[in-house]
């Protein structure tokens, strides 16, 4: 049985997160309530441990439902992966989690402290845009590196820290000697520490990637949402990345979206399938994918 029917089997105390909190108001001013009042005798996962609860997610392009009633839980400390067919609606799931694309309709709660569940910590993610979705503490990378590659690394990651004073603060300031310090603690961990003068537009394209998740560090996130971190990478910078990813579990919550099936398989212990913008089935590598609905979704996308 999945986790998500596990969950959603659990029964007693299922409640929406919000029906807990009473309609407060969080600390950016987002209104905890549900959008759609109906979904609150909807089921929901416990109403405590859990960072993300995605239901009924759907997003329509010209009649097409690129997310179609899709639904999921993640818990706080979960490195999860996301896979299935080109097309399956996953990029378009974290456009919507990070307030740049607005669903249809359903409901998506981020909760940035579980273990201290309130309402200054819960926020509606279907009201926020995408400054207020980094503020609450997720960091997305895209799948194309947007590093500035006029930039050293070190002014990239400084960039990154000082994103809310602007551009012409951040590169003319200095770090205060902690945020300097937690600087080179992000150098290190992205394997960039010789690098930090070198400008961005030479590293290579794993090197780029790396930079991007360490200014995605810089900002202290709770939740991390990476797509396709690998894709284009050469097997040392694979093999680099799994361990990077080794290093983040367990202080951040992180979310990655991939194709390369060896590298699932070395990082992740649950992986969530989607196909035509719905959750198919979740569970180990191995168990999806022997599934047979995941064989078939796949050859049907090929
Ligand atoms: N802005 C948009 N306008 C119109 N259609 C879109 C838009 N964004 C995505 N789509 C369509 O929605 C569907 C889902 O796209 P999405 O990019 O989410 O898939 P994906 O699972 O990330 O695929 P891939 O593995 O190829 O990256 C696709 O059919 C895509 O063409
Ligand atoms: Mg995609």
New binding site residues.
Partial sequence: MSPLNTLRQSGAALRHPSAALGGAVSKLGHKVLPRHHHKEQQQAPQGRGMMLYVEDLTVS??G?K?LNNLTFYLRAGELRCFI??????????M?VLTGK?RPDSGSAYFCSDPVHESADNMFNLLEMDEVDVVQAGIGRKF?KPSVIESLTVAQNLELAQEHNKGVFHALTAKLHPHEREFMEEILERIRLSSKRNVLAGILSHGQKQWLEIGMLLMQRPRLIML??PVAGMTPEEIEMTIDLLHDLEGKHTIMV?E?DMAFIRAISSLVTV?NA?SVLCEGTIDEVSSDPQVITAYLGSA
């Fill in positions: 392009f010209d097409f690129a299935g067919p080109n097309g399956a609606g996953k990029t378009t799931m456009d694309t799948q797509d396709e979206i194709h989607l913008g």
